[in-house]
């Protein structure tokens, strides 16, 4: 389809299709809170109306739109779902060097709130639907379009209503989500491409502590504030363990052909080999990797006290901990009471979801692989965990296989600009990723 103004090589179409899409996307403000996806599903559903293409919406609350369009198959293999969040985490718009929901155009670069996380994909998987309607493919599966609301807020609003009030329109055999993308600088000579197969649990706590009132002047020995301080130091003081899980353990075998230090665990497969290689190699520096091999525990909030010279009666602090497979949350809650080592703190539960996980000994995996290697020959694809949380989790609840994938190479440094300030996505990496895409999902619907 061409954008007036355009002009069109052949076989570009889909470049600039995607950029104007995106620009014009990203200038809808999807901040969550308060979200508004209605607006971003006007958007699609004018799409689908031009192109012919049914499409149903939800709504969950006034303003909390989420979106399915479907294109049938044959029934030969069981749907499969582009899914995609249409709101966007908030941005100051006095913090950014352009305006966050401008959708600029400017030196190779689509700029704006989204345009990583994740409206970028969600133009992706668009274009890629689109292909298939088209192209007038018959699918063997009925292909199915979901944008939601609500992700980045937890999902109640979105995919956690849908499954629970219209789970007959999304049984699915495949999930193709946010989650996963290819990282270049850090293995030498090839991008990592990460297929993210499995996501760290979640457990939010909020810690109450009470005391005796007194005067700043005459300390009592009995401030809430310093035994809540004294607690939370003796939690965070020591570093929590390293766990090779199977997922890592694959994750580290991918990599060893790039990183020579990790040859013993290559030899003998054992995950207390790798353990110690971690621990000594220095790994543990970088975040995203100390990340993946531990439970993390994050002091996130704290509110105490009105006056400086009041000694408050009350204190409170929220704990962000993220869980690796396999581990148990009450198990860890039990864990973090020992560690406060007080019987006064009162803990509530906020929020509290176990690590979910797909298998990737599957066909789906192997092809979304052979695609990916197709386009990247020099990548190293690898099944990875995300240490995050995303919309997949409730997928997974269900059993149904689900991946994250975006075919987008980015920096460790581009991560940062992930719910932070003056995100971006190259014209480049949008229009690949979308001819990317668009092969994978025919494949997936044809093979
Ligand atoms: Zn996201």
Known sequence: MKREGVTVKPGEEVTHEAVGLLSDYIKINTSNPPGNEAEAAKFFAEIFDKEGIEYKTYESKPGRVSLRACIKGTGQNKPLILL????????????????????????????????????????????????????????????????????????????????EHHCDDFQAGLVLNEGGFGVIGLIPNSPLMMISTAEKGLCWLKLHVSGPPGHGSMPHGENALEKLIQALNRLTVA???????????????????????????????????????????????????????????????????????????????????????????????????????????????????????????TEAFRLIREVLLAHFPQAIVTPSLLFGSSDSRFFRDRGVPTYGVCPILVTMDDARMLHGIDEKISVENLTAGTMVFTDLVRRLVTT
Do not use: C
């Open 84 to 163: 995609n969040h249409m709101d966007v985490a908030p941005a100051q718009s006095e913090e950014w060097s352009f305006d966050p929901f401008g959708g600029e155009v400017k030196d190779g670069f689509i700029h704006g709130r989204g345009a990583l996380d994740m409206k970028s994909q969600g133009i992706m998987e668009l274009l890629a639907f689109l292909h298939i309607s088209r192209e007038r493919i018959t699918p063997n599966r009925d292909l199915i379009f979901l944008a939601v609301a609500d992700e980045e807020e937890g999902g109640t609003w979105g995919v956690k209503y849908l499954l």
């Open 239 to 361: 570093d929590q363990p390293v766990t090779v899980t199977p997922i890592v353990a694959e994750y580290f075998k991918q990599l060893g052909a790039a990183w020579e230090f990790l040859g013993p665990f290559l030899k003998d497969g054992q995950p207390e080999t790798l353990a110690q290689i971690i621990q000594g190699s220095g790994l543990l520096a970088m975040p995203p990797i100390s990340a993946i091999v531990r439970n993390t525990i994050s002091v996130t909030s704290m509110n105490a006290g009105a006056k400086a010279n009041v000694i408050p009666t009350r204190a409170e602090a929220v704990l962000d901990i993220r869980l690796l497979p396999g581990q148990d949350p009450q198990k860890i809650i039990e864990g973090v009471k020992e560690k406060l080592a007080d019987g006064n703190i009162k803990i509530e539960s906020v929020s509290v979801n176990r690590a979910t996980e797909s298998p990737w000994d």
